[in-house]
């Protein structure tokens, strides 16, 4: 049994940064790509950024490439989320995630809801224009 526990989230004007921070209990990271999610009202929950079990492969979403960074430090079991240049199209929740199994493959960074199976509560990120 996995839990997962964001944190940092907030309001933010645009153009400013947040690093949002996914604590994990239960089972290490190791082995195990993580992915963070968002959902704004009235949207389905979009996939954002993934990382291999490694910390060596990532995946991003278009729409951040270029702003968001995922991280993580098995050694504290957290996976981060640090967002630069945000705009008032990045506000929603934004879910930590990580699939049931331990990853097969070096190269596995999952970007389907499907792929995974534990998830956070979420946190808000709200950004001013």
């Known amino acids: 049994q996995v839990q997962l526990v964001e944190s940092g989230g907030g309001l933010v004007q645009a153009g400013g940064s947040l690093r949002l921070s996914c604590a994990a209990s239960?089972?290490?990271?190791?082995?195990?790509?993580m992915g963070w999610f968002r959902q704004a009202p009235g949207k389905e929950r979009e996939f954002v950024a993934a990382?291999?079990?490694?910390?060596?492969?990532?995946n991003y979403a278009d729409s951040v490439k270029g702003r968001f960074t995922i991280s993580r430090d098995n050694a504290k079991n957290t996976v981060y989320l640090k967002m630069n240049a945000l705009q008032p199209e990045d506000t929603a929740v934004y879910y930590c995630?990580?699939?049931?199994?331990?990853?097969?493959?070096?190269?596995?960074?999952?970007?389907?809801?499907?792929?995974?199976?534990?998830w956070g509560q979420g946190t808000q990120v709200t950004v001013s224009s």
């Open positions: 995630a990580a699939p049931a199994g331990e990853s097969t493959s070096y190269y596995y960074v999952p970007r389907s809801k499907g792929e995974y199976d534990y």
């Open positions: 990382i291999s079990w490694s910390g060596g492969i990532t």
């Open positions: 239960g089972r290490t990271f190791s082995r195990y790509a």
